[in-house]
């Protein structure tokens, strides 16, 4: 687990299991770089681990993704949202 640089950009290249993951920290800084390293190495572990269930990722302000808590509260307003309809074979169900 490490960054490294590929021309001007930092780099996160990490291994999840046995699987290579590289993600661009779309920096040239070295001290951004690490400090974008952390959370960006935990939300990857976390999705590719699966480790992490009582959050969702929603669309915020300005289409930006995040992460809200999964409680009763939320899993209501989920529920209470409307279905788009499911098309199997050309028929709506």
Do not use: C
């Given at each position: 687990m490490s960054i490294s640089r590929h021309g001007k950009i930092w780099w996160l290249d990490i291994r999840v299991k046995g699987k290579r993951?590289?993600?661009s920290l779309k920096t040239?800084?070295?001290?951004e770089a690490l400090a974008r390293y952390a959370p960006l190495r935990e939300r990857l572990l976390e999705k590719h681990l699966g480790e992490k269930e009582d959050e969702i990722w929603i669309k915020?302000?300005?289409d930006k993704l995040r992460t809200i808590p999964?409680?009763?509260t939320t899993q209501e307003i989920i529920a209470r949202q409307p279905r788009?309809?499911?098309v199997i074979n050309?028929?709506?169900r």
């Open positions: 993951i590289r993600r040239e800084n070295r001290n915020g302000k300005g999964l409680n009763e788009p309809p499911v050309d028929a709506v």
